[in-house]
């Protein structure tokens, strides 16, 4: 197996590639990590005497669909021709995907790089070898697929059921047996209902806004931290407030799926980007009447209809009875002071 480490190779650089896939494994799979940068001894015990470690790409997804400016150091590293090997624990390390695989074993077979992993050294001009190779980069990427297709099921299962956890919006908590509750504070259900009845009564989000504003009151807000999911008190935003009017969870329904990830082509390269939202009809996953709410299902989409109306200027929309095209008054946010107890927050 040595027999195919030249001299020629052993006059240009090792480079020992490290990654792991997420932040999750860069902090909790230390032995990975430790088994990747020890590639180094190995390079130097083949008979390299200059190795370089590329680790950029820790906590970043060999997918295809992240960039991976390690994999590009790599690549531009091997076009240059002064690499002589490339080591990687296994080829899913280098790569989840099979175009990124086989892009490297071309340049490798262009430039005589020998590919090495924990199996054998692979020397990607010969038939034999990048054969090896090819059927590793395709077993990488089904792999990849496997897994990937198995979580998303198993997901989706669960969700079917009403089961899988979900960051439940302010309002809504998790009771001590895991089922879905309203906010035990009384305050924030007062607030949440508020924001609903004005909706109904004024049937713009913006009006609502400006109500608040000019009432002064402030709207809860859900944080997260160190200790927990926890409740504060804000200045009403339009986004906070569209939070409240559009959330199908405080409609009382356990829904999954509301969002699609796409993939396209930007400027020859592949861009994976998530949070596109889907129309109601398209959701995965919808069991009205799931846990307590603050409305029912009908009225919940008749809101949806109701905001849908007041996208002025967008194709097929109508124009609002509370007048879209009107200037809206300018406003400044109201500080927050402290309340008195059962009351929404006024200064």
């Known amino acids: ?20 896939s997420t932040c999750g494994q860069v902090r909790d799979h230390t032995e990975s990590r430790r088994r990747q940068y020890g590639l180094v001894d190995v390079a130097r015990e083949l008979g390299f005497h200059r190795v370089e ?16 400016p390690g994999f590009q150091r790599l690549l531009t590293t091997v076009c240059a021709g002064t690499a002589g090997a490339v080591l990687a624990l296994e080829a899913s390390r280098l790569a989840r995907n099979d175009r990124d695989w086989s892009q490297l074993v071309e340049l490798g077979a262009i430039t005589n790089v020998v590919l090495i992993d924990h199996d054998g050294i692979y020397d990607p001009r010969l038939v034999n070898d990048r054969l090896l190779l090819g059927l590793k980069g395709i077993m990488s990427d089904f792999e990849m697929a496997t897994l990937r297709q198995r979580a998303l099921e198993a997901q989706r299962t669960k969700a079917q059921r009403g089961e899988l956890w979900m960051h439940l919006p302010v309002g809504l908590v998790y ?9 035990p504070d009384a305050r924030v259900q007062q607030a949440i209902r508020l924001v609903l ?22 709207v809860p807000v859900t944080r997260g931290g160190k200790a927990g999911r926890y409740t504060e008190w804000a200045s009403p935003m339009y986004t906070r407030v569209h939070a409240i009017v559009t959330n199908p969870f405080l409609a009382g329904a356990y829904v999954y799926g509301r969002s699609e990830s796409r993939t396209t082509i930007v400027d020859g390269r592949i861009r994976h980007t998530s949070g596109h939202a889907r129309a109601v009809d398209q959701w995965q996953v919808v069991i009205p009447d799931h846990h307590p709410g603050y409305l029912d299902w009908p009225s919940y989409r008749r809101h949806l209809t109701m905001i849908e109306s007041n996208a002025y200027m967008k194709p097929g929309a109508r124009k609002s009875a509370r007048g879209a095209g009107a200037s809206w008054p300018a406003f400044s946010a109201a500080p927050l002071w402290p309340h008195a107890p059962n009351q929404l927050q006024r200064p």
């Open 1 to 20: 197996m040595r027999a195919k480490i030249t001299a020629d190779h052993l006059e240009r650089t090792a480079l020992v590639y490290v990654r792991q």
């Open 53 to 68: 470690t590329i680790d950029d790409d820790l906590g970043i997804s060999g997918s295809g669909f992240a960039e991976r």
């Open 175 to 183: 009771g001590p047996t895991g089922a879905i509750e309203l906010d």
């Open 197 to 218: 009845q004005k909706f109904d009564e004024l049937g713009s989000t913006r009006q609502v806004l400006l109500w608040l504003r000019r009432e002064r009151l402030s």
